[in-house]
């Protein structure tokens, strides 16, 4: 079992997660060339060492993250929210 | 080469004589015509197919562990060919007719056993869109066969047919002409086969990147040293995103985890291959040494472990039980996980690359074993004549490009659904 640190409810199994995919993917606009959209689709970098990809902590806070995994060794070596509004939210102090 | 007939086993169990090597061990050559990158199943076809069919006999396959150490090894050895969107159900067909003729074709016993392979279904519906299915199978000339609740029962009865099941049973559509094969026993085959034609099997010879003349590959660097070849051609799957980036090429392609299991050997349980594609995934099959061997779903994140994780073993266990339960106390002897390439449409590569001198041969999801003699037959064509064969026109990398994807499942872009 992985182990994921969700920054907001702490460690879990990852099959409390659903896997998003690599989360270096990123839509074109619109109105990009077909060519962009047809990368941003189909076409992935698929490495074998670190990836970082999108999960979301579907059977606890609902939060998307973005989790960076090595695919060689399943190790997780940094875990944030999806959503920067949502990082500086959770490391504001306490009020 | 010794040709192998009940004659020649007779004579060596009288003789006490060691057999001989069934392929040549040779030092790699400078310069071949061909070079296929991949020792398994698909690379070891294409070399045979290259020699045997379009006359290139002067071919390396170069294999960076031994042969049949990826995922020829490592599947669950179902044939068959029950698809039916144009392409797939051509293709599949095809090689079910080569799979049919094969052990003679390399006098090599590969255990060929068209035992029949059933799909269940779980509800009206269900039924009717395998009736669709398989009219569509029939209409290519494919053996199918609706079956309702009564004729599963009388061929498997070990199902569980309550009306209380996880997953009543409605029917299964059948196809009586798939089966199992010793998956083994093609890799060996084809190797000795292809080396009697003259192929260099080089094993323990990893590809570290290809030699590039103005655009052009035209050879490749090894663990052994530099090959120079006038065609390359890539037979990797499960890793052919880290061969086409050595290339350049960045592919519709990610790796995900498959796992298979074999339980303990039992008495005669199961006479057919059992297809489960409700909620949930699972296939099972008895072997000749009486293990059930099955698999469900993949593990559904990228990775290139080749080492599962727990929960599918529990899921999967959890449907074996739920359709057959006198499964429930029998013993996993052991479970493994190989390196699938999950295409984006679930269907694979067999396609020339934006690169000069360049072949691809990947992408095979879950359907490689399958596919292993039709696979290496439309591969050796594309490398010997520069053009496809009519049967893998449709399985072209610029398809996703074209808009023209195969998508079986109709899942979409997103490669761990397929």
Redesign the interface.
Known sequence: ??RIICPFCGER???EFT?G??ATVVYPDLSAPV?AW??A??????P?GP?R?RWQHSDGCRLWLIVE?D????EIRRVEPARAAIDTLLKEPAR | MLRYSALALLKHAFTGQPWPRAWRDPVPKDTYDAVIVGGGGHGLATAYYLAKEFGIRNVAVLEKGYIGSGNAGRNTTIVRSNYMLPGATEFYDFSLKLWNSLSHELNFNVMFSPRGQILLLHSPDGLDSAARRGNIMRRHGIAAKLLDRAGMQELVPHLDYRPSARFPIWGGLMQPTAGTARHDAVVWAYARAASELGVDIIQNCEVTGFLRERGRVVGVQTSRGTIKAAKVGIAVAGHTSRLGEMAGLRLPIESHLLQAFVSEPLKPLLDYVIGFGGHGHFYISQSDKGGMVFGGDLDMYNSYAQRGNLPVVRDVAALAVSLMPCLGRVRLLRHWAGVMDMTMDGSHVISKTPVDGLYLNGGWCYGGFKATPASGWCFAHLIARDQPDPLSVPFALDRFARGATIDEAGSGPTPRLH
């Open positions: 079992m992985l199994d990852h099959s896997y995919g690599d060519g047809i990368n689709v189909y076409v992935r970098s698929n074998k990836h990809e995994r695919t060689m060794t399943h």
